[in-house]
């Protein structure tokens, strides 16, 4: 069974930091790579971050590039988002997403499996 477990959401004053994670039970997770989504209500899905099999690589949606930092942890089956200097438009439902043999596509079709995402809510 695969299943990708986020936690780490809250909320936040502007300005604070918060680090998402995704637990991801999957054999051989090194196989996939993983990307970070979110979504507001009444908005589109929205995407945030991608790495690559061995975490060689790294993309970002320009909404965020220089604030978020995508890693994972082989070892640990798990993925993280460092989120610095939020903003009250960073309050979403944050979700990780897995790509079995992915290059860390931006587009949410190609990913594989979902998690049930975490709530991130930043107050001004």
């Known amino acids: 069974q695969v299943q990708l477990v986020e936690s780490g959401g809250g909320l936040v004053q502007a300005g604070d930091s918060l680090r998402l994670s995704c637990a991801a039970s999957?054999?051989?997770?090194?196989?996939?790579?993983m990307g970070w989504f979110r979504q507001a209500p009444g908005k589109e899905r929205e995407f945030l971050a991608a790495?690559?099999?061995?975490?060689?690589?790294?993309y970002y949606a320009d909404s965020v590039k220089g604030r978020f930092t995508i890693s994972r942890d082989n070892a640990k089956n798990t993925v993280y988002l460092q989120m610095n200097s939020l903003k009250p438009e960073d309050t979403a439902v944050y979700y990780c997403?897995?790509?079995?043999?992915?290059?860390?596509?931006?587009?949410?079709?190609?990913?594989?499996?979902w998690g049930q995402g975490t709530q991130v809510t930043v107050s001004s």
């Open positions: 999957i054999r051989t997770f090194s196989n996939y790579a």
């Open positions: 790495i690559t099999r061995s975490g060689g690589s790294t």
């Open positions: 997403a897995a790509d079995m043999y992915g290059l860390g596509s931006p587009r949410p079709r190609e990913y594989d499996y």
